[in-house]
């Protein structure tokens, strides 16, 4: 959830009043938290991740001014220039498809700005740039000084040899080679290198006399860069992604349009390339209140929703709304979206709490069922139950078991930060033998156990592997304890009610398996079938696991128990 | 243990201890255990064993320790309360016609002696005496007074002196002061002033013969700690899991078949009606995701159910704008380790629409999710999450917060808030709050939300039906449950196997 600092003072400014505490429609809009600085106090606004226009003090106090009904939600309108003239263009042309293919611009005229109000269209860009805009990968924001460049404008990509200009706040002029490497140092633009560093050509925007406006989505050009004295801006968005770019510019434009011309007026956006769409969805009162769980009229429905920015008006059919969807909300894409904007103004709070008349007869599932009651009785015959990791190293389960990774069936895990995170366990001895490693100073013997699920490959599942519930567990004691373990197979196989014998019942054969110590091994059949091993742990186990006494282990499937 | 430690010391002969007892039966509120010495004539060391022996015996005497000053003569005051002070011996030692002053010299008292003997006049010195310096008795009788005095403390009359002869007396070595630990002994409420001996334990022979009736038994220490039992411990988190899955089962939840780690990003994400790939996501960052390297890929989907989810992204339908974008099947089939439980419940939803007619469902599920996110003392790589799903015609956010409230009252939660939050795949959506009455705040507890209609209708469930569902992590209300901060100490092989072994049942409710 993204959040957004504004100065308290600001924010009472703007809004025209002081208030004591919690605002009530920020805290329905989200989390507020205020924190003392040196003699600025800012107020630290939690904002949900998909309200793009609360993330600046121009929407935050917009939103509020509307939900109190202050202030009617604005209208946001695209027009022509004022002096008549063609609209600007920016020409998109064929090479830029393989690394960036999309482009949108717009131009807000007339604009006038203050310290403040500079440094929140600043701040705004930055948020968008790491929320909607994934950190630039899908869009790239650049906003320019119109009056120092001339339209129309290209937006094409180039070989990196060929691009020379001066960037933002640089003295001297760079290719574009140049300045990845400069770059690659800056602890703010380092990151966003990797989106076209290896592309062989590079997106860059040109005016009309090929001065360079930016080079997306990593730095503007110096040349064009705007200032507290800038009246009319050249906003464009570079993308992977269309929707998002749209999405992005109709933030800023609406957003800052506020302070175009005479201030509160929105008449002199000027948008090209942009639709800046309304929508209008048409939904009956009765949905709302069913899907909300309130009875309100209409009426009152309709004004809960205006004062959620989106304008409602009962159309005069039974008890359907009209409602308007402004371009600062593309979060709404569905009736549910507006839905929800009713509970939300309506108060989740005051919604009354009822219970469904839904009957239904609860099922356990029989494989939990087993394990639930398999653990108690584990439990008394004197072991302790461990809780361990499904993700390990391949280590773990392969070198440090004596196992050859291959014939592990394991499951392999592409984008691990650490080794501990390369694999799904295929057993779980590995994570009772770390589990004995970190209680080494605790009295022997130490009797441990774990049912819990491993993953294996499995070529007939629909994802090619599927879960294993097994049940392991160890004996660590000066003495390796075979009869402890094997007794505990014994009880084990009581308790599921399966007596000893070859054929319907269990036995266990001498076997040889690479983790156990030579000649103290035995694999577990039951009704014929192999369902596991026993024995004496490998000294080399032993010592890789970093323990020190000899250990007795017991590793077996369970599902053929159901 | 309690049935191991009686007594202290060896127990005193039986002789003693039935003469303290005749002696304690004669006095009313009872006696101090140094008058008990003086009467008994023993030394008080002697009569503490014995009040020790019988305290043992149970309620035979009661007893109450105290402790007092005394006087008491030094070795040389003992000396001298049966031979005589020094100066009395020196004086008796002259006969009528007088001694050398160096065979006086001679004896043992003799330098003292001298000197005090003379001090008080007793004795004159003639140095001019012919053969040498010779004493003699200057008075025919002396009065020996600090045998006397010696003689008095010694008889427990130190109070008939004043305080100036005993510091006198204590200059000279003769006396000291002490601190002396006694007893106040009482009757006991089984008094009695014959001794039987103690049995340790009861036997089979006793049973068996009935001689338990007429035995004495030792008492046992109830202040020591048992044996502990040799027993295995259940984990403290599964502890927790249990209540959860208990709670659910009450209110008539089916347990869903979590038992699949590995998903594909259809079910993951697409089924759920998140953008495909997790990196376009608002929400989501796609390191936050483990990625399958082998096996990559998923292979079977139902056919017609992914192309309406395909269309329902890239297109819309359903009364949706849909997301816009290019869906891509190569996305979808990418295997991951599931980042939420969520992806079960969307197949069991699936599978819940296929059915020939729609009948309400009450699902539940508790296991292990995977997240690819920056670890602390909070967060691991892999945990477990907790999820309830209701699926009924005409259910609503009312519903939804009526089931909490039912839910979280069995954890012995009953203040509930609500709170907007976003979350792709529920509309509305509503972090929940409870009131922490340590902290004296709202801490967030859990997040809920109806399904989105997108992730509904493709499925094939019917319009009407809605699907409301919350979710939580199992570690969080543990960590609280049993006071754990590092969540490392609680989950994976650094677990201290000493907390598992003391860790208390857990009921949520109290």
New interface residues.
């Given amino acids: 959830?993204p959040t957004v600092s504004v100065k308290r003072d600001l924010l009472f400014e703007a809004l025209g009043q002081k208030y004591s505490k919690c605002l009530t429609c920020i805290?329905?809009?989200g989390?507020e938290k205020a924190e003392g600085a040196s003699d600025v106090v800012l107020y630290k606004i939690d904002v949900?991740?998909?309200?793009y226009d609360l993330l600046c003090l121009e929407g935050l106090v917009r939103g509020l001014q509307v939900f109190k009904e202050k202030l009617e939600a604005p209208r946001y309108k695209r027009v022509s220039p004022a002096d008549g003239g063609e609209p600007q263009r920016l020409v998109i042309t064929e090479e830029t498809a393989s690394v960036r293919p999309h482009a949108v611009a717009a131009v807000l005229r007339n604009i006038t700005f203050t310290q403040e109000r500079y440094e929140s269209f600043i701040e705004l860009q930055e948020k968008l740039h790491q929320?909607?805009c994934?950190k630039r990968?899908?869009v790239a924001i650049g906003t320019h000084d119109l009056d120092t460049i001339s339209g129309p404008f290209t937006y094409t990509a180039k070989p990196p040899g060929d691009i020379r200009f001066k960037p933002l706040n640089q003295s001297k002029e760079y290719t574009a080679a140049e300045l990845i490497s400069h770059y690659k140092t800056d602890s703010h633009l380092r990151h966003y290198l990797h989106i076209i560093e290896n592309e062989p050509l590079y997106p860059i925007i040109y005016d009309n006399n090929g001065i360079v406006l930016s080079m997306p989505p990593v730095i503007n050009g110096d040349h064009s860069k705007i200032s507290l004295k800038t009246k009319n801006i050249f906003i464009e968005c570079t993308a992977t992604?269309?929707?998002?770019a749209k999405i992005t510019l109709d933030m800023i434009v609406t957003m800052f349009s506020e302070y175009c011309d005479e201030p509160f007026t929105w008449v002199s956006s000027y948008t090209l390339c942009i639709e800046l769409a309304y929508r209008t969805e048409t939904l009956s009162g009765d949905f709302i209140n069913?899907?909300?769980?309130?009875n309100e009229s209409a009426e009152s429905i309709a004004q809960l929703l205006t004062r959620m920015c989106l304008r409602s008006e009962v159309s005069g059919e039974g008890d359907l709304i009209q409602v308007e969807i402004p371009p600062t909300r593309a979060d709404v894409?569905?009736?549910?979206?507006i839905?929800?904007d009713a509970?939300?103004a309506y108060g989740?709070?005051n919604?009354?709490?009822?219970?469904?008349r839904?009957?239904?007869?609860?099922?356990?599932?029989p494989?939990?069922k087993l394990t639930?009651l398999l653990?108690?009785d584990?439990?008394?015959?004197?072991?302790?139950?461990?809780?361990?990791?499904?993700?390990c190293s391949q280590e773990d389960i392969a070198d440090k078991l004596r196992k050859n990774i291959v014939e592990t069936r394991a499951?392999?895990?592409?984008?691990?930060?650490t080794a501990e995170?390369q694999v799904?366990r295929t057993c779980l001895l590995p994570?009772l033998l770390?589990?004995l490693?970190?209680?080494r100073k605790?009295p022997l013997p130490?009797?441990l156990?774990e049912i819990s699920?491993v993953?294996l490959?499995d070529e007939t599942k629909?994802?090619?592997?599927?879960?294993n519930?097994r049940l392991c567990a160890v004996y660590y004691n000066k003495s390796p304890g075979f009869e402890v373990i094997h007794g505990l197979l014994d009880r084990v196989m009581q308790l599921l009610d399966v007596k000893p014998g070859r054929n319907q019942g269990y036995h266990i054969q001498a076997a040889e398996d690479s983790t156990f110590f030579p000649g103290r091994c035995a694999e577990i059949f039951s009704c014929g079938k192999s369902i596991g091993h026993l024995g004496v742990l490998h000294p080399d186990v032993i010592s890789r696991s970093e323990l020190t006494m000899p250990c007795s282990a017991i590793d077996m499937d369970i599902e053929p128990f159901l | 243990g309690a049935a191991g430690a009686t007594g202290f010391g060896s127990m005193a002969d039986t002789g003693l201890l039935e003469s303290l007892l005749r002696l304690l039966e004669k006095v009313d509120g009872g006696t101090d255990s140094q008058d008990v010495a003086a009467d008994l004539g023993v030394d008080h060391q002697v009569i503490v064993g014995a009040v020790k022996s019988l305290q043992a015996l149970g309620e035979v005497i009661s007893t109450e320790q105290k402790s007092s000053k005394h006087w008491e003569l030094t070795g040389e005051g003992r000396e001298i309360a049966e031979q005589g002070s020094h100066e009395a011996r020196v004086f008796n030692a002259i006969p009528d016609e007088g001694l050398p002053q160096n065979g006086l010299m001679k004896m043992p008292s003799g330098k003292v002696g001298f000197s005090k003997a003379m001090s008080n006049k007793w004795i004159r010195l003639d140095k001019a005496h012919e053969g040498g310096p010779r004493v003699f008795k200057t008075v025919e009788t002396i009065e020996d007074t600090v045998r006397d005095k010696l003689q008095l403390v010694q008889k427990g009359q130190s109070a008939k002196l004043e305080d100036k002869e005993k510091t006198e007396l204590k200059k000279r070595k003769l006396l000291s002061e002490v601190t002396v630990k006694s007893y106040w002994i009482t009757k006991g409420s089984s008094f009695s002033t014959t001794i039987t001996k103690q049995e340790t334990e009861l036997t089979p022979e006793m049973i068996a013969s009935g001689s338990w009736k007429e035995k004495k038994f030792k008492p046992y220490n109830f202040e020591a700690m048992g044996v502990a039992p040799?027993?295995?411990?259940?984990?403290p988190?599964?502890k927790v899991r249990?209540q959860f899955?208990q709670i659910?089962?009450?209110?008539?939840?089916?347990?869903?078949?979590t038992?699949?780690?590995?998903?594909?990003s259809f079910w993951n994400f697409d089924s759920l009606f998140l953008q495909i790939n997790p990196?376009?996501h608002?929400?989501r960052d796609q390191?936050d995701t483990?990625?399958?390297?082998?096996?990559?890929?998923?292979?079977?989907?139902p056919q017609d159910y992914l192309e309406r989810v395909k269309q329902v992204h890239s297109e819309?339908g359903?009364?949706?704008?849909?997301?816009?974008?290019d869906w891509k099947i190569e996305e979808a089939q990418k295997?991951l380790?599931r980042t939420h439980t969520t992806a079960v419940s969307a197949r069991m939803l699936y599978k819940l629409a296929q059915q020939e007619k729609f009948t309400?469902?009450?699902y539940f599920s508790i296991d292990?999710v995977?997240r690819?996110e920056t670890l602390d003392a909070t967060h691991?790589?892999?945990f477990h999450q907790i999820e309830g799903v209701?699926a009924?015609y005409?259910?609503?956010?009312?519903?939804l917060?009526?089931?909490l409230?039912?839910f979280f009252t069995k954890l012995g939660i009953t203040k509930l808030?609500?709170?907007?939050?976003?979350n792709?795949y529920t509309?509305?959506?509503?972090e929940v709050f409870s009131y922490h009455e340590g902290l004296k705040k709202w801490v967030e507890v859990g997040n809920s939300g109806?399904f989105?209609?997108?992730m509904l209708l493709p499925m094939g469930l019917p319009e009407g039906v809605?699907v409301?569902a919350w979710g939580l992590s199992l570690e969080r209300p543990t960590m609280i449950k049993y006071g754990i901060n590092n969540i490392r100490e609680l989950?994976?092989?650094?677990?201290?196997?000493?907390m598992?072994?003391d860790s208390p049942i857990c009921r949520l409710d109290s």
């Fill in positions: 959830m805290r329905e809009q989390d949900p991740a998909n309200r929320n909607i994934r990968t899908l992604d269309q929707t998002k069913k899907r909300v769980g309130i894409i569905h009736a549910c979206d839905m929800e509970a939300i989740f709070n919604i009354i709490r009822s219970t469904p839904t009957y239904t007869v609860a099922n356990q599932l494989l939990n639930e653990r108690q584990l439990t008394a015959a004197g072991f302790t139950e461990a809780l361990t990791f499904a993700l499951v392999h895990i592409s984008n691990p930060k995170f799904v994570g770390k589990t490693a970190a209680n605790m130490l009797k156990f699920d993953v490959k629909d994802v090619g592997a599927r879960n519930r | 040799d027993c295995g411990h259940l984990h988190l599964m249990t899955r659910f089962l009450e209110m008539g939840f089916t347990e869903m078949p038992n699949n780690f590995i998903e594909s990196q376009q608002p929400a390191h483990f990625f399958i390297s082998d096996p990559a890929l998923a292979h079977e989907f819309g359903y009364g949706s704008q849909g997301y816009k974008y295997n380790l309400p469902v009450k292990r995977f690819n691991l790589a892999e209701v009924d005409g259910l609503t956010l009312g519903n917060m009526g089931v409230h039912q808030r609500f709170k907007p939050a976003y792709p509309e509305p959506s509503m109806v989105r209609p997108e809605s409301i989950v994976g092989h650094k677990v201290n196997l000493q598992v072994y």
